[in-house]
């Protein structure tokens, strides 16, 4: 009669001491690093691309210019109050807001520096503009328009140089997704690798077990809870050098955002998402051992 095996019995096989476990332990922490990495870069890409199409695709500036002679308050204001109207009944536009003077001086400040008296210079007015739909919304139509109701004012069409950066955006969140599926393809062969050495190394051990009753499939499973444990591990190394690697990187470049680059951040729910790489990495370690070992010795035995 055949000895049946308990699932939660000791390890016959000493894969403690495999020599494979440390390469297994390294590979798996660089892949996770790198495929974490990438990640984010995807996930900040996706949101730079998102925040461009809603807040600036479907928006326009424009400019109101100083007039060249001395004005009054009140015929300055009726100089902008005209292009605030011609906006506010123009077809297609959901939104007008007048630009502060006191924010268009802080966006001059980094180029004039902070020494430039702004208030010696004739900075025009500026409007921002919130379309419905900046791919159906006809400028030509409304510049022409705008000229023969102010010609002092002009469109500034955000869209029209845009539509190439979001177009070379696009190519590097296509580019960071291979580069995603090359680092998962690189982990899956590096464990088939570990994993199938181990296989021969314990051949013969695995025979005699065989022999006393132990199914392929007791045997995969502790190959399994084995790769389950050093992959939680080794991840967890690689996922905390990714998380101080991304703060490194976040806390030098906090001083360098700018209108177009601002919205390249992770939400808590990126955030969340790299820091639930370790278990993604057990679990897949657990789940392609199982069936690799399973595989392997219908082969072999």
Same mark, same amino acid.
């Given at each position: 009669?055949?000895? %049946?095996?308990?699932?939660?019995k000791?390890a016959?096989?000493?894969l %403690?001491?495999?020599?494979?476990n ?7 922490a ?18 730079v691309i998102?925040?461009?199409n809603k ?9 109101i210019m100083a007039?060249?002679?001395p ?8 100089r ?9 009944g123009l077809?297609?536009?959901e ?10 001086k802080?966006l001059m400040?980094?180029?004039?520096g902070?020494?430039?008296d702004l208030?010696?210079?004739?900075l025009? !007015?500026?409007l ?13 139509a ?21 539509? %190439?950066l979001i177009q070379?955006?696009?190519?590097? !969140? ?9 680092v998962l ?7 088939f690798?570990?994993?199938g050495?181990?296989l ?6 695995i ?8 199914t ?7 190959y399994?809870?084995r790769?389950?444990?050093?992959g939680?591990?080794s991840?967890v ?5 990714t998380?101080l ?6 806390g030098?470049s ?7 680059i601002?919205a390249?951040?992770?939400s ?12 993604f990495t ?5 789940v392609?051992s199982?069936l690799?070992v %399973?595989?392997?010795?219908?082969k072999i035995?």
């Amino acid at each position: 009669m055949q000895h %049946k095996f308990s699932f939660f019995k000791r390890a016959e096989l000493p894969l %403690k001491n495999d020599k494979a476990n440390l390469f297994l332990e390294i590979s798996t922490a660089v892949s996770v690093f790198l495929f974490s990495i990438t990640l984010a870069a995807f996930f900040m890409i996706s949101a730079v691309i998102s925040s461009w199409n809603k807040n600036i695709v479907d928006g326009l500036t424009v400019q109101i210019m100083a007039s060249p002679e001395p004005l009054s308050v009140e015929e300055d204001q009726m100089r902008v109050n005209k292009v605030l109207m011609f906006f506010e009944g123009l077809s297609g536009v959901e939104k007008v807001r007048l630009v502060s003077d006191q924010k268009i001086k802080k966006l001059m400040t980094p180029w004039l520096g902070a020494d430039a008296d702004l208030n010696a210079l004739p900075l025009p !007015k500026l409007l921002n503009v919130r379309l419905k739909d900046g791919k159906t919304f006809d400028y030509a139509a409304a510049k022409s328009s705008l000229h023969e109701v102010a010609p002092y004012a002009s469109i500034d069409n955000h869209g029209m140089w845009l539509k %190439k950066l979001i177009q070379s955006a696009s190519s590097l !969140k296509a580019l960071s997704v291979f580069v995603l599926i090359l680092v998962l393809l690189a982990a899956v062969f590096s464990l088939f690798y570990a994993v199938g050495t181990s296989l021969k190394v314990h051949q013969n051990l695995i025979e005699i077990l065989h022999i006393m009753g132990a199914t392929d499939s007791y045997i995969a499973k502790q190959y399994a809870y084995r790769c389950f444990a050093l992959g939680l591990v080794s991840s967890v190394f690689g996922t905390i050098i990714t998380l101080l690697a991304l703060f490194t990187v976040s806390g030098l470049s906090s001083g360098l955002e700018t209108g177009l680059i601002g919205a390249a951040s992770l939400s808590k729910m990126h955030w969340g998402i790299l820091c639930a790489m370790p278990i993604f990495t057990a679990l897949l370690s657990m789940v392609m051992s199982y069936l690799w070992v %399973k595989r392997t010795l219908g082969k072999i035995m």
